[in-house]
């Protein structure tokens, strides 16, 4: 049987992912301070992003993101195992978006990922410490979009 404390870490965890996608999809950046650790690595590259620390990325986010109409993230099905202060988890996304075509039309292309996560107690709560992407599917990507390079 799970303690209160446990019951408690877990979550706080879950709900991290959801923090995370709900700031992306707001553009709301300044709340993903409430997510990540001020040094935590973020790694995007299999999806054709960069990696980084968190601040090098969140600046990175800010100026990608708006070159999408709309997009949303919907995560799930998180195996969380929990090790006192520390945790990992993987978890499921999924992200359809609206991509700005050269002729000026729009197209939504579909993106299936896992986010691969560490977290970590601090003072101020549960931080996510590491973030890793890891590709799972694409559909109707545009030839000038490429999600699979290797940054």
């Known amino acids: 049987m799970l303690s209160l404390q446990e019951i408690s870490d877990r979550l706080e965890i879950q709900q991290l992912p959801v923090t995370y996608a709900s700031s992306i999809d707001q553009h709301n950046f300044d709340g993903l301070d409430q997510v990540f650790t001020p040094t935590a690595y973020i790694d995007y590259r299999a999806l054709g992003g960069i ?40 978890t499921i996304c999924f992200n359809p978006m609206e991509v ?30 590491e973030r890793i992407e890891e590709a799972c599917y694409s559909y109707n990507v545009p030839s000038h979009i490429d999600t699979s390079k290797k940054a």
């Open 100 to 129: 700005k075509m050269p002729d000026g039309k729009t197209q939504v292309m579909f993106i299936g990922l896992w986010y691969v996560d560490k977290f970590v107690r601090t003072p101020q709560g549960w931080r996510m410490s």
């Open 51 to 90: 990696d980084g620390k968190f601040p090098e990325v969140k600046a990175w986010l800010k100026q990608v993101l708006p070159g999408f109409g709309r997009y949303y993230h919907m995560v799930g099905n998180m195996d969380l195992k929990l090790s006192g202060d520390t945790a990992a988890a993987r």
